[in-house]
């Protein structure tokens, strides 16, 4: 690894971009197809669930993604019911949702591989 880089930092800028990048491409979603969409916000979760994520903050991060994903659905509803910028809304919400999930997922892959060593 390179002098001076700090793993914790990277996830931190990590977790900013994907949140840049989920706005920008919910408000131009034309920049990028789907499956690129879906495959750049994985990848930056995945980052942000591996670098971002020490042992101590395990249980209030996927507290914290849990009620965003669960709340999210009704979220969007909400935000469909607005007139003329919906569509932007209800993507942006679904873009955070593409970001936020895989790095769900490897935290709580990795709090079971914990659990299990034990």
């Not at 990048?21 to 197809?33: D, F, H, K, S």
């Not at 942000?48 to 709340?71: C, P, R, S, T």
């Not at 932007?88 to 299990?116: E, H, K, T």
Request: glycine share 10%; net charge neutral; no cysteine.
């Amino acid at each position: 690894m390179a002098k001076g880089i700090n793993m914790a930092m990277i996830g931190t800028w990590a977790f900013l971009l994907g949140l840049v990048v989920a706005v920008i491409l919910g408000l131009i979603p034309t920049i990028l197809g789907k499956t690129a969409t879906v495959l750049l916000l994985g990848l930056l979760g995945i980052v942000v669930g591996l670098l971002n994520i020490g042992d101590k903050e395990v249980e209030l991060y996927l507290i914290a993604n849990i009620a965003f994903l669960a709340a999210s659905a009704g979220l969007g509803a909400v935000l469909a019911q607005i007139p003329t910028i919906s569509a932007m809304l209800v993507s942006i919400v679904n873009n955070i949702v593409l970001f936020v999930a895989p790095g769900a997922a490897v935290v709580a892959l990795r709090a079971l591989y914990d659990i299990s060593r034990d």
